[in-house]
């Protein structure tokens, strides 16, 4: 009895490391095809830092690399910050194992970061700036087109409050971007996925993950903070944060009240309706539960047109 509730436990556990896997390749997917990340030809440098996001990363687009109708080359690059205690042992091992071509990037950052940074204040914005500069020259050195970052709508989510509670600004984080030096095109093919999905498929894959002690390990960072209060969210109402993802790929310039991005000083009445007017005094529907149209997912291979952003 007991091995028949074991066998049964081990295959529902695979049905559901499967489906898993399905979700976050579906969801990647969709993202490369409607924001037009990667193209015929592509050399795709996917940035590794040994985290679980980036393993992700990396470990769906190879899968969708085997099946894709269009080639496309891949590289993994990792920056080894001269941290102390890093195991630079690992991911090269990781690597190697995975039989593709990669290469280790060895610049003392954290020293600089360390001597310039005053002791308990904030390492994160230096350590990006200077990682951003060197991953930049590297993509030009190996010949990437496009560069992989491996932030997922949670961390999206996070930068549009941070930059709202910290920055007075409605700003969030791209799917696809130029560079600031205007030489390289970065995509974020992780844009769809939920942090918990990898977190839970990080664990099914044991990923061999290395920890930040650079700036991970710091206390009360306001990143933290924001994305405890998105979790509490996500715990207390349920599709609160899939909503709010939503609202960012289904902007209306005109109900905000920024004048750069419409044209309020010449708005003059006419004789028949808007097609994006007001409905003044009337009230909204509001959406209680998530569409399963938004829910929906097309994969890589599949060209149906299907917009995940739609309302």
């Not at 496009?146 to 949670?154: E, M, P, Y």
């Amino acid at each position: 009895m007991e091995s028949i509730l074991q066998a049964e436990a081990q295959a529902k556990a695979k049905y559901n490391a499967d489906k898993l896997a399905k979700r976050l390749r579906h969801a990647v997917g969709d993202a490369i095809d409607h924001f037009g990340m990667i193209e015929q030809g592509d050399r795709v440098m996917v940035c590794l830092s040994g985290g679980k996001d980036s393993y992700t990363m990396l470990d769906i687009l190879l899968s969708l690399q085997k099946s894709a109708p269009i080639d496309f080359s891949i590289i993994a690059v990792n920056l080894d910050q001269k941290q102390p205690g890093f195991p630079e042992e690992i991911l090269p091992t990781y690597l190697e194992k995975l039989g593709i071509e990669y290469r280790i990037v060895e610049e003392d950052t954290y020293s600089i970061v360390k001597r310039v940074v005053p002791e308990g204040k904030t390492t994160c914005g230096l350590c990006s700036r200077l990682r951003r500069g060197i991953l930049y020259r590297v993509a030009g050195e190996v010949g990437a087109t496009k560069i992989a970052l491996g932030h997922h709508r949670d961390d999206v989510l996070e930068t549009l409050f941070l930059n709202m509670f910290y920055g007075g600004k409605l700003k969030a984080m791209p799917p696809k971007l130029v560079s600031d030096d205007g030489r390289n095109i970065v995509i974020r093919p992780l844009i769809y996925c939920r942090e918990k999905d990898i977190v839970r498929y990080s664990e099914i894959r044991q990923f061999p993950i290395i920890p930040c002690n650079l700036c991970g390990s710091q206390a009360n960072l306001q990143r933290e903070v924001v994305g405890d209060m998105l979790r509490d969210w996500d715990r207390r109402f349920p599709g609160r944060l899939e909503t709010m993802f939503r609202a960012l790929c289904n902007v209306a310039p005109s109900h905000l009240a920024d004048p750069k991005l419409f044209g309020f000083k010449n708005l003059t009445t006419q004789e028949t309706p808007y097609a994006d007017g007001d409905i003044a005094f009337d009230h909204e529907p509001i959406e209680t539960e998530v569409p399963a149209t938004a829910l929906r997912t097309i994969s890589i291979l599949d060209k149906r047109e299907l917009n995940r952003c739609a309302s």
